[in-house]
């Protein structure tokens, strides 16, 4: 393929991952010099949640799903009885993209090719955990494990079965929750809570 990795071998542990995202820079968002978010959780998780690239928090203590979109989906996750600790919970994309604002970073979505070239460090952590069901946040996650980017208002909350068996779930992503107001506000919110809820059921 045309894969920059072309020369290497797949990661065999989640530290040669760890090590790897810190020294890669293979995109611009690599070459930033911010930090590298690895993912966390059991090793043996049977769920595995991948959302698009840390943000401004999680980049400051290099953890995935800490700040405010972190913390809307511990409780709705809380809600649906699933439980985020005994998921491996990880990003598309491991570095932040931004716009500098003041003293404000804005959060810049990654490109189709960002999320591509960043698969590399995404497939390493599947092939190493192996969780039977992903759940996907928003069309960035989404694209980081089918390779295309999909609707999600057309493929959310049914499972989408892949040539090796894992179910991967699709849902919006928390950070567009967070940004609506009003009815939109209130109805997205029920979705995520439903497509949470049929979740639970694949992983009962
Ligand atoms: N949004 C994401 O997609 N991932 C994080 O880790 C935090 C916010």
Known sequence: ??????????????????????????????????????????????????????????????????GPAG???????????????????????????????????????PTAGEIDICRWWLDGERTLIKPKVILALGASGARGLL?????????????ITQPDGTLVWLTAHPSYLLRLDGEAREREHGRFADDLAGLARVLA
């Open 1 to 66: 393929g045309t894969s920059l990795f072309e020369q290497e071998n797949a990661p065999s542990s989640l530290e040669a991952i760890a090590e790897g995202i810190v020294q890669c820079r293979r995109c611009p968002i690599g070459c930033n010099g911010t930090r590298a978010v690895m993912g966390e959780g059991p090793p043996d998780a049977r769920l595995m949640i991948v959302g698009e690239q840390p943000g401004d928090t999680e980049e400051r203590e290099s953890r995935p799903f800490v």
């Open 71 to 109: 913390q809307l989906l511990d409780k709705a996750m809380q809600e649906a009885g699933v439980e985020r600790q005994s998921a491996y919970v990880t990003n598309a994309v491991k570095h932040f993209k931004f716009t500098p604002r003041g003293k404000r970073r804005l959060h810049q979505n």
């Open 147 to 159: 390779g295309r980017t999909p609707s999600i208002g057309k493929e959310r909350g049914r499972a």
